[in-house]
């Protein structure tokens, strides 16, 4: 019944979204407000029917009922709750489903909290979202049915891939697409300006919050995707350029980019048809992600041939929607009006500048993860892009990104001054400079290139808190002033200054991981001491546990310090007996921001098992650093200016308001 | 997006026997300078039955086979280079991480800076020409003669100079 009722809600959420893609188009053809108020109703009825659906295979997976393809597939009885919950977002189905909710969610928000648009402008943006939605319900539906029934229903599932129960999945996953899907919002804005074939300054102060909260949860999500890989993987690594990783970080970067570019536009009326690109692209791009992932063409160019079905559906989505809004804009963005000007050297060159090179760092993850495929289809040849290439390629675009960074929200708009910017980056400079100095003497003969890279992390960071000090004139008057002046500073400077720190910190995090990080690999018997990274790790003992559906192998280890007993460290290795495979959990210890890293691997006939120990120094602030810049983020979301909105439209004009 | 890194972290499992992950004790060279070589060289060569997966990080068999063989060759007396081109006779291109600049893959070498330059110069290009345009357009710039007279009495009057902050 469940099964039936949330398919049923599905095909319902489709025929809204139907409604709502052509009705309220008409309506502004027509100047008609109640065929274009349809929109905002069929948009809230869509969210809770798609809600509905969602929450019905929550319910089937929750109650283990197994007459159903999807349940018997994933889940398992003796499986704990929260990971039949999360289960349910752990396979195409039910994450393909997870997806249209989360876009039926923002397309309610948008109708919820879009009091304040022009109805037309509304009608528009809904529209376009539920063109997105009806494609995707489609092809849930027509290839993708998580409801579908099984004839002879077994008395027990499949189980759960091991590696995803764990917590990361409950939060991993849920925040990607949060990021993804939020970028449509910037999509169907781009698109309804193109149609109606005008945008203004105001236009930008919708987008901009929604293009942030995406890129909000888009940051988490990826840093959260890391950080398990990180510790689930067992040896350590938490970026792999993989073209999985490489299908979230391109919507960043063009989201990064895109958060830039709107500021100006928002400010200073100018890069008018350069965002609207940047809009349709980050979402092209999360459409792309989804078609890479969900088509199979990753694992191989011919898996994707021989079953082609949904892959050729996304393919086809993907082709409708980015071809289709390229054409729009090829063809409507000439109409819009060229916005401000402004010297090379402004906030707005700088600004610029940073789009330059966060598209051509995009461009370059786009090549790298697509060219392999794109030469084995043209001409059979197969080569591999991994690591070492994007290693090489991305890292010297940061650089100069980087070293602009800290000039960027010193200069004024217009017309700015470089050389006052640098005079007012000195403190920073010189921080920058005494740090790679000090390095330098305390790693001789160490690598020369680890000591510039943090230079430039304290540089960008130093650079941040200049800035702050400078707006809020410390060390230039009286404390108490200084302090009630940044208390006064706009929220919007606060969130630069920690998202761009972020950056900085994130920097720091990876040079010191990768540089200084010690390792030891070694077959291990009971009472073996080994020396990593000044601690002493002492294998105390093996021992069995049973887990609820795992038994697992437990090894511990008491850690040390100059003979004095800090912890103990308990990795393990678990057998799941219904898949009849394993996962590997690693000790972690946290020492300030540095961690210590304990995996097992194989037990020896002799009794001895592998061990790998890392001490991996300020490893933490590779994912500090985002959590800095998410925070710099809701800082600016919960600035004046976007809490109280634009403010409303003369009755006389056609919607149209200055910028300032 | 399937579950992201999940996805990749169970394709990795999936391929591998389990519980084996990446260099074992019994492979490590006693030299910790070749070592280190052969693991400087095992992040540049792919494991040929995963998913973008480096034979530094991989579990399965077969990048144990081609981390034995790279330490093989370096105990030989191969340098790195030799140890890669036998990698690459006997595994193809395919092996390598970072491809050689070849014909086939000079698109992929060349595009990202090409991209960096060509959005160079067309910012540069499209500066210019707002900025002839905006030259022709007395609204924005360039001042009449009176204009300029009238601003020179400004400036010498009393109205200081704030620079912009």
Known sequence: MIAEAGHYALVLALALALIQAVVPIVGARLHDPALMNVARSTALAQLLFAGLSFAALVMLHVSSDFSVVNVFENSHSQKPLIYKITGVWGNHEGSMLLWVSILAL?????????????????????????????????????????????????????????????????????????????????????????????????????????????????????????YWAYYELGWGGWWFWDPVENASLMPWLAGTALLHSAVVMEKRNALKVWTILLAILTFSLSLLGTFLVRSGVLTSVHAFATDPTRGVFILLILCLFIGGSLTLYAWRASALKQGGLFAPISREGALVLNNLFLTTACATVFIGTLYPLALEVITGDKISVGAPFFNLTFAPLFVPLMLAMPFGPLLAWKRGDIVGAGQRLMAAGVAALLAIAMLWAWTRGGATLAPLAIGLAVFVIGGAISDLVERSGLLRVA?????????????????????????????????????????????????????????????????????????????????????????????SKRNFTTRGSSTTEAALLTRGVSQLYVSLGETGADGAIAVRIYHKPLVLLIWFGPVLMAFGGLLSLSDRRLRIGAPKPAKSSRALQPAE | MKFGFAGLVAAMIAIGTPAAYAVQPDEIMSDPGKESRARDLSRELRCMVCQNQSIDDSDAPLARD?????????????????????????????????????????????????????????????????????????STAGLSADEEIQLQKLMAGEVSSEPPS
């Open chain 1, 479 to 571: 404390l108490p002033v200084a302090l009630r002046r940044a208390r006064g500073l706009p929220r919007s400077n606060w969130g630069t200054a920690f998202a761009h720190a972020g950056v900085g910190v994130v920097l720091i995090g990876i040079v010191c991981e990768t540089t200084w990080n010690s390792e030891y690999i070694a077959s291990m018997k009971t009472d073996d001491v080994p020396q990593v990274g000044g601690y002493a790790l002492k294998l105390d003992g093996i021992t069995q546990r049973q887990g609820p559906n795992f038994r697992e192998n437990v090894a511990q280890f008491t850690v040390t310090v100059d003979g004095r007993p800090i912890s103990v460290m308990t990795p």
């Open chain 2, 66 to 138: 081609l981390r034995l063989l790279v330490r093989e060759r370096i105990a030989a007396g191969d340098s790195d280079a030799q140890v890669m081109d036998f990698l690459v006779a006997r595994y193809g291109e395919f092996v390598l991480l970072k491809p050689r600049l070849k014909p086939h893959t000079l698109l992929l070498w060349l595009l990202p800076p090409l991209a960096l330059a060509g959005g160079g110069v067309a910012l540069w290009v499209h500066g210019r020409r707002r900025a002839r345009s905006a030259g022709q357009d007395n």
């Open chain 1, 106 to 226: 923002f397309g309610g928000l948008v109708a919820g909290f879009g009091n304040n648009l022009p109805s037309s402008l509304r009608a528009h943006v809904l529209a376009v979202q539920a063109w997105i939605a009806s494609a995707f319900y489609l092809f849930i539906l027509i290839t993708s049915n998580p409801f579908l029934r099984l004839g002879n229903p077994p008395i027990e599932g499949r189980d759960l891939n091991p590696v995803l129960q764990d917590i990361g999945l409950a939060v991993h996953p849920p925040m990607l697409y949060l990021g993804y899907v939020g970028f449509s919002i910037s999509f169907s804005f781009a698109v309804a300006a193109l149609i109606e074939g005008r945008i203004d300054a105001a236009w930008a102060r919708w987008v901009r919050p929604w293009t942030l909260v995406a890129w909000i949860f888009l940051t988490l999500g990826i840093a959260m995707g890391s």
